[in-house]
């Protein structure tokens, strides 16, 4: 399964390392993929809306003519003759008149919503880094949690340790707190892989 997520051939011998340490700060800038994605929507409507006002401009153009042929501009020659015509001409759409408020109005309805677009993306983005940094913080508190647990078991098998060799205690009492500190010390692993978890998810999320 994990050999599909990566894309990677992956067999039994592969061998799997725990992700190295980051040097974790909260990210203020967020640099998400989609917020570029948005821009680019926003530049393409705002060239629409420069060719929606490039309609209703008048435009001009020259124009040149020219040929040979009998007759040539004058009618009244009979003979062959060459012959041109240049000038100035000048055009008007008046039809995109009627268009060019409507195609308006949808423009700016259309950069509107794109802007509200972004904003809950990132208000929604924002959300989750919050509930992640609280996540950061709360598995920091539990690890260092589990060291002082882990003291503490550590100190109880050795005084068990000591009444085991002393007859105190049996086999079995012992084995018992020997298997506290290992749990302790398994949870305190748990929980520095689910801090790692926590802050690349947020690097992720934040697009850094």
Do not use: C
């Not at 990210?27 to 929606?52: F, H, M």
């Not at 949808?106 to 208000?123: C, G, K, P, Y």
């Amino acid at each position: 399964m994990l050999g599909l997520l990566i894309n990677e051939n992956l067999n039994e011998s592969t061998i799997l390392s725990t992700p190295s340490q980051i040097n974790f700060l909260p990210i203020v800038e967020i640099i998400r993929p989609e917020l570029r994605l948005y821009s680019a929507q926003k530049n393409l409507i705002e060239n629409q809306e420069g060719l929606t006002v490039s309609k209703i401009i008048p435009k001009a153009s020259l124009f040149f003519q020219g040929g040979y042929g009998r007759p040539g501009l004058n009618m009244f020659v009979n003979d062959f003759a060459w012959y041109y015509r240049t000038g100035i001409r000048f055009s008007w759409s008046l039809s995109s008149l009627y268009s060019y408020g409507n195609e308006t109005e949808i423009n700016q309805l259309n950069l509107q919503s794109i802007d509200a677009q972004t904003e809950t993306f990132l208000l929604n983005t924002k959300i989750t880094t919050n509930q992640q940094l609280q996540e950061i913080d709360k598995l920091k508190k539990m690890i260092e949690v589990d060291k002082g647990i882990i003291e503490l078991r550590t100190s109880v098998k050795l005084a068990a340790q000591s009444k085991l060799e002393n007859g105190v205690i049996t086999s079995s009492d012992y084995i018992r707190e020997l298997n506290a500190e290992d749990l302790a010390k398994q949870n305190l692993e748990i929980h520095k892989i689910q801090l790692l978890l926590a802050q690349y998810n947020y690097k992720i999320t934040t697009g850094n």
